[in-house]
């Protein structure tokens, strides 16, 4: 099935390279700062979260200065959020192009996923100069983060199949993914180290598979921190089942689309 669906996907590259072009270009059309806005909301949130949680509620960074601790989080976590919301609406929003042509509809979302990654790209920018700001150097775990940028992209384009194939039929599921989103931020260590919970919770949260990937992130570009090779392996399998199963799902949702859309 994985074989079809990357032939059928190269045999409309085009088509899914016009989409993510497209999704960069639309992003930011007619907007006073443009591509400022990737590095604009991680870095006002960085701030936000610093002001009230590192320096009012006093909630500890590892020893790290808490503008890269927050931020080395905020990186992968914008990415996904943003990603998983657009993407999560992306067959709704496209029923116009969906009901005249036939393409694989899977270019969609993965448009979606692909063309956040310029925004990432943009953001990680800022984070390395903050990292030569506060003389955090870089370490050979650097060599993991082309890994778990591929593995992040698995997680929410599997997710984003799921709750877009569930939002043509449903769409109420439009109207929850903000709150899902805000409420999965809280589940995942980006204001608080998973150091300062219980073990108890610690054992729960390793099943969001974003805790694993995001305290990946972190060890790999912080030299205060060693990757958890478990709780990354774990993270990594259930990304891959979630991936499979949104696309086994989606793959077999996707004859309805033009009907129902």
Known sequence: ????????????????????????????????????????????????????????AKIPSDGIPYPIFSYSALLPWTYFSKTLTQAGNCLVANKNLITKIYFP???IPASYALSGLVDFVLAAVILFLMMFYYDVRLTPGMLLFPGLVVLLLMLVLGVAMIFSSLNVKYRDIGHSLPFIVQLWLF??????????????????????????????????????????WH???LAAAITLAIFLGGLLYFTKTERKFADIV
């Open 1 to 56: 099935m994985i074989r079809e669906w990357f032939k059928e996907l190269w045999h409309y590259r085009e088509v899914f390279y016009f989409m993510v072009w497209r999704n960069v270009k639309v992003r930011y059309k007619q907007t006073m700062l443009g591509a400022s806005w990737a590095v604009i909301q991680p870095f006002v949130t960085m701030v936000v979260f610093t002001v009230f949680f590192g320096k009012f």
């Open 187 to 228: 589940l995942t260590p980006i204001i608080y180290p998973t150091s300062m919970l219980p073990e108890r919770f610690r054992a729960l949260m390793a099943f969001n598979p974003t805790v694993g990937i995001i305290e990946a992130f972190r060890a790999a570009l912080l030299p205060t921190q060693a990757v958890d």
């Open 105 to 107: 509809r899977i270019t």
């Open 231 to 233: 709780l990354l392996g």
